[in-house]
Nanobody
Framework: QVELVESGGGLVQAGGSLTLSCASS????????MSWFRQAPGKEREFVAAIRWSGGAPFYGDSVKGRFTISGDNTKNTVRLQMNSLKPEDTANYYC???????????????????WGQGTQVAVSS
């Protein structure tokens, strides 16, 4: 089973960009579906983006469509979240999640993932 390690969070001004990375400390992501969620203080964890490692179109939460891009890097066994045009409301702790449970389909549901990273903090100033 993979272990997930997120990195790349930080403080950025509104309109700026950040790239988050999620790396595996063990096995490769082959056979997994991967996702990003986020949680702002006092709010529920929210779906951001998901992708199936073996291929297929990624999909996104409505609040980030057109601004964020999820992608997988096979050479580095890393999932990235490119975040552009950041807004103060994007401020949150961002979590990488994964599952290899059949049918290994990416989903926007928290319950669809059984492996979670520790999170990386993103703060967007106005």
């Amino acid at each position: 089973q993979v272990e997930l390690v997120e990195s790349g969070g930080g403080l950025v001004q509104a309109g700026g960009s950040l790239t988050l990375s999620c790396a595996s400390s063990g096995r490769t992501f082959s056979g997994y579906s991967m996702s990003w969620f986020r949680q702002a203080p006092g709010k529920e964890r929210e779906f951001v983006a998901a992708i199936r490692w073996s291929g297929g179109a990624p999909f996104y939460g409505d609040s980030v469509k057109g601004r964020f891009t999820i992608s997988g890097d096979n050479t580095k066994n890393t999932v990235r979240l490119q975040m552009n045009s950041l807004k103060p409301e994007d401020t949150a702790n961002y979590y990488c999640a994964a599952t290899s449970r059949s049918p290994v389909l990416p989903t926007n549901l928290l319950s669809g993932y059984d492996i979670w990273g520790q999170g990386t903090q993103v703060a967007v100033s106005s």
